[in-house]
């Protein structure tokens, strides 16, 4: 830092303005996109780590403010320190606050944090004027922009305003720069400032933010700049180009080999501005003479910059001494001469205005203009400006007064009027007057301008500057400059009478019946095309119009449309005069309001279909509203619908069918209709009611089993419901049982009993339920007879062989009503005669038990019964011999009862040392023939085999297949018959066996006599056996056998003669 001889000022004001946040191409980006809120540690963290933001110096005063968000996380604070002597190292000699020395904090005004101190305060005393200051900026403990401050700056300590941005990474943006290039001044023992050289018009830098911080693209050629070339490093990442921006080096390039000296710079960027507009600063060449710190300040001559137009710079010379002013390529300008310089790049310019005593420290660039008052000799003046003000854009209506007021102001550079000027004024579209004026001391020259309004179109009114404008003499609060445009239009527009019409918009609209469809906008234009205002409009058709009576200044007239109530089209008509156009909309259905529904009934029959349930959707002024969704939900009775969705037609109705639950009871519907918040709901109850009887059904009671003349256990029960099984409560039911008749209704639960007596004869019987048409319900039923009260008997009763078997007996158990008792226990019992009663233990089906009573041995009364329970029934028989007739045990045990009606003789038997009395009985009983020979002898040893055979057919001569039978004391009985050669031989042994032995036979000697027994069938049915019944005669002979192996020792009546046997019959 240099400090140059200073001019003590009064200390005013200081404003610092620092912006953080994110900036886009045009403004800070919005809140989303900035530095997210954090902890200020992690702010700190971020700017020490170089990750994406980066705080900038402060920049020149005239910024736009940025828009958007701050984050109050990022809000700085500030503190003052001292730097150290020459602020040549731009640091602080001590890191803390000075003490007392409160800027103050910061407010968010304008888009942007703003700190005031009022550095012309009690603590302007406490500035050290041999020392520079530093106001810093913070965020939280991290220093991250500041201002440097000079006690002996005229201007005072920091008057300026100033502004920070932090950006983001990656982006670059070409920006417009000028370079001025100060150099070291001494002389009289102080550093002075000096400006020298020239400024670089550098349009291509660019500047873009890094990961490595913030660079500057500039190309500055060596040849432009006296002296070395300086090192360009600088900051900023994006920013509008209307934007003033402050790059600073903080490298010097050193000048005459002194250290403590140096060459350096600082980069300004302005807008582009156009010619004609500038405001490039004024600087002034510098005439050096050598003292002995090498350079001197002498005389200054100044330039006032009187205009620059069309890349030329003219400025009035006021020459000091032997100080004229030098241009390119010309010869010095004495005083009062004007130096023109080509523009065509600012390098080229050799001499530049420069304020005579530039004393002042400046820590950052600025725009000289802005600080012309901080200069005790500075003097110069800007090109100024004319801007047409009164009577610009006027519009003159048919039919209106034809005279408007126009006026121009003119003003220099810095804005202020310029009193004096002459201007002329102009045109071929009628009369102004005066046709010269000269400014006031607000700047602005007045003419009034008869417009010829002979034919529509557009009327220009120009206005030109005659000449300089200069001020004496010129001081420091007061500026003379010359106009920097030599003419200005007015310009205003005649409106012819209405010729078209337009609309806006073309389209049909859509919008909701009976609501506003929009604006609706008519423009009136005469045949010039241009726009008429105050003419009338009227609106007819649909609906309402409401506005847009009277076309405004721009030939428009607009009004809001309500469309009619009615959905459909509609159409409203603009009219102007003869001129019309049409608006077409199509106005919908509005909201929908409560639905309405056809009449359901309260009751149905359960399981059918009730009439079709109708819901009709409209808005409130009755329109039907199209493809509203329906949903239909049965919540209760188990019915269903036919549609569970539907959606509303064109008459803006939807219908379903609801079929009721099968079973009786209560039945919900829920109705819900799309709402414009939330839905409509409806929900219906219908009882459903039992339908008309279907065929009958049995129950209980078909096919029971009971006694007769006895009801039945359980009743006969039919049950009688519609076709989904809803019992019908009082159907009249009728019951008959073939003995009676009877009516009995069904119940509540659908049900009709009957009680039903059988009746008395058992077996199968029927009943049957009657409702209706229907067919008749059959029940049958099994009748058991009654307990046994009767006990009927037969057989019997007559004269019977003794010992023989009576099978006639039977008895027949019934009940009180004669039926038959079957089942029931039959006791059998001979109650005198011996003998003994085999019988039915139980009555058959037919309550019938028979037995077969075998009579004792002793002819006379056999007496028997029959029983069952506490019924008894006798029968009585009377034994009788009957010669031949008779039934023996054939046990080989004589039992002279057995064989007391045999037929019998007696014969010697011849046995070994004699004979012995023998007798052979025989006899039959139908079916068996039984015979016993018994022998006196006291072993089996005399005589031990009996052989019989027998004469079949009776013929008394032995033939082939007559039958033989026996039995043997060892091998037992025989049954054999005679073959060919047996007849042919006459062998009394001799015989083939039978395929079965028929019979039986046994033998045994108890001691004192030898009995044999057998038995043989009358008929077995085998063609070698005896084939006789009741009443024919066969004959036999008997052979008996003595001792081992002893044969035909005795044959009976002899060998083959027979003995005639009758079989008698019973």
């Known amino acids: 830092m240099r400090r140059s001889r200073a001019v003590r000022s009064a200390v005013s004001a200081l404003t610092l303005m620092i912006v953080v946040g994110c900036v886009d191409d045009d403004a800070v980006a919005p809140t ?16 020490q780590e170089s990750e994406g933001v980066y705080f900038l110096p402060p920049l020149a005063p005239s910024n736009p403010s940025p828009v958007g968000d701050f984050n109050p996380d990022l809000s700085p604070g500030a503190f003052v320190c001292e730097l150290d002597q020459l602020g040549l190292s731009g640091q602080c000699v001590s890191g803390d606050p000075i003490a007392d020395f409160a800027p103050g904090s910061f407010s968010v005004g304008n888009g942007q944090y703003q700190l005031s101190w009022d550095t012309d305060g009690p603590e302007t005393g406490r500035f050290n004027t041999n020392r520079f200051y530093r106001l810093n900026v913070t965020v939280g403990d991290q220093v991250v922009g500041s201002i440097d401050l000079d006690p002996q700056n005229p201007n005072g300590p920091g008057q300026s305003n100033a502004d920070a941005y932090a950006f983001r990474v990656g982006e670059t943006i070409p920006i417009k720069v000028w370079l001025g290039l100060e150099v070291l001044c001494t002389g009289q023992g102080f550093v002075t400032e ?416 009730l009439p079709p349930i109708t819901v009709t959707v409209v808005d409130q002024f009755g329109n039907p509203r199209e493809g509203d969704a329906v949903t239909w939900t049965v919540t209760s009775g188990g019915g269903s619908i036919s549609a569970s969705s539907t959606a509303t037609g064109a008459d803006g109705t939807s219908a379903v069918t609801w079929t009721l639950g099968q079973a009786v009871g209560s039945n919900a519907l829920r109705v819900e209709v799309a709402g414009p918040t939330q839905p409509f709901t409806q929900d219906f109850t219908v009882q459903g009611l039992v339908g008309a009887a279907v065929q009958p059904v049995t129950t209980t009671g078909d096919g029971q089993t009971g006694t007769v003349g006895q009801p039945l256990a359980s009743p006969l029960t039919i049950l009688v419901t519609d076709q989904f099984g809803n019992p019908r409560a009082g159907e009249d039911v009728s019951w008959s049982d073939g003995a009676s008749t009877t009516t009995v209704p069904t119940d509540a639960s659908g049900l009709s009993s009957y009680s039903w007596t059988l009746g008395t004869v058992a077996g199968s019987q029927s009943a049957s339920a009657s409702v209706g048409s229907f067919s008749p319900v059959s029940f049958t039923a099994t009748a058991n007879p009654g307990a046994a009260a009767n006990l009927a008997s037969s057989g019997a009763g007559g004269t019977y062989p003794i010992g023989s078997t009576v099978s006639d007996l039977q008895i027949t158990v019934t009940d009180a009503f004669g039926n038959p008792v079957p089942g029931d226990a039959v006791s059998w019992v001979v109650t005198g005669g011996g003998g003994s009663i085999v019988g039915d233990a139980t009555a058959d089906a037919a309550g019938v038990a028979t037995a077969a009573w075998t009579l004792g041995s002793i002819p006379g009364l056999n007496t028997a019964t029959a029983s069952v329970g506490a019924l008894t029934a006798d029968f009585t028989a009377t034994g009788e011999c009957f010669p031949g007739y008779g039934v023996a045990q054939v046990d080989g045990t004589f039992d002279p009862t057995e064989w007391a009606c045999a037929s019998s003789f007696d014969f010697e038997a011849n046995i070994s040392g004699g004979s012995t009395p023998a007798t052979v009985f025989w006899q039959n009983d139908g079916t068996n023939l039984y015979m016993a020979v018994r022998i006196l002898q006291n072993s089996l040893d005399k005589v031990n085999t009996l052989r019989i055979d027998i004469d079949s057919d009776g013929d008394g001569v032995a033939e082939r297949n007559d039958d033989v039978i026996g039995v043997d004391d060892e091998t037992g009985f025989f049954d054999r018959h005679l073959t060919q050669r047996c007849v042919n031989s006459g062998q009394a042994s001799c015989g083939n066996d039978d395929t079965s032995a028929d019979g039986a036979g046994a033998v045994d000697n108890d001691g004192t006599f030898t009995v044999f027994e057998l038995v043989h069938p009358l008929n077995s049915g085998e063609s070698t056996d005896l084939a006789v019944g009741t009443g024919d005669t066969f004959g036999f002979f008997l052979s008996l056998q003595s001792g081992n192996g002893a044969q035909g020792n005795t044959q009976v009546p002899a060998f083959r003669v027979y003995q005639d046997f009758t079989v008698v019959g019973f």
């Open 32 to 47: 989303d996109e900035r530095l997210p809120a954090a902890s200020v540690a992690a702010i700190v963290d971020a700017i």
């Open 194 to 609: 000096c400006i020298t050289g020239a400024i670089i018009d550098q349009t291509g830098a660019s500047l873009a933010l890094t990961s490595n911080g913030p660079q500057l693209g500039l190309d500055v050629s060596p040849n432009s700049l006296p002296g070395s070339t300086p090192v360009v490093t600088a900051v900023l990442e994006r920013i509008d180009p209307a934007l003033y921006l402050q790059l600073t080096g903080e490298e010097c390039i050193p000048l005459f080999d002194a250290p403590q000296f140096g060459q350096c710079f600082r980069i300004t960027t302005y807008p582009d501005i156009p010619d004609g507009s500038l405001v490039n600063p004024a600087l002034v060449s510098i005439c050096e003479t050598t003292s002995s710190f090498g350079l001197t300040p002498a005389q200054q001559s100044t330039l006032n910059m009187i205009r620059y137009e069309a890349g030329t710079y003219e400025a009035l010379v006021d020459a000091v001494g032997n100080c004229p002013v030098q241009t390119a390529g010309m010869l010095p300008v004495p005083e009062g001469g004007i130096a023109r310089f080509a523009a065509q790049g600012l390098n080229q310019i050799a001499a530049w205005l420069m304020p005579q005593q530039a004393h002042a420290q400046v820590q950052r660039p600025i725009r000289l203009g802005a600080f012309t008052s901080s200069f005790s000799n500075f003097r110069f003046a800007l090109p100024g400006v004319m801007i047409p003000t009164d009577g610009v854009g006027a519009v003159i209506q048919d039919g209106a007064p034809n005279v408007i007021d126009a006026s121009v102001t003119v003003r220099d550079y810095l804005g202020n009027p310029v009193p004096g000027a002459m201007v002329d004024f102009s045109t071929a579209d009628g009369t102004p007057s005066p046709t010269t004026a000269t400014t006031g001391s607000d700047g602005v020259a007045r003419t009034q301008w008869t417009v010829d309004v002979s034919s529509p179109g557009t009327k220009t009114l120009t206005a030109s500057a005659l000449g300089l404008v200069s001020v004496s003499p010129p001081d420091e609060q007061s500026n003379a400059g010359f106009l920097a445009t030599e003419s200005v239009t007015i310009d205003v527009t005649v409106v012819g009478p209405p010729a078209a019409l337009t609309q806006n918009p073309t389209g049909t609209l859509s919008g909701t019946a009976g609501t506003p469809v929009g604006d609706l906008s008519v423009t009136v234009f005469d045949d010039a095309g241009n726009p008429i205002s105050g003419a009338g409009v009227t609106w007819t058709g649909d609906g309402t119009v409401v506005g847009g009576t009277t076309t405004g200044s721009d030939g428009s007239a607009t009004g809001t449309w309500t469309l009619g109530q009615t959905s459909g089209p509609n159409t409203v008509t603009a009219n102007v005069g003869s001129l019309s156009v049409d608006f077409t909309a199509n106005g919908a259905a509005g909201p929908a309001v409560t639905p309405t529904y056809s009449t359901v009934p309260p009751s149905g029959t359960a399981g059918l279909g």
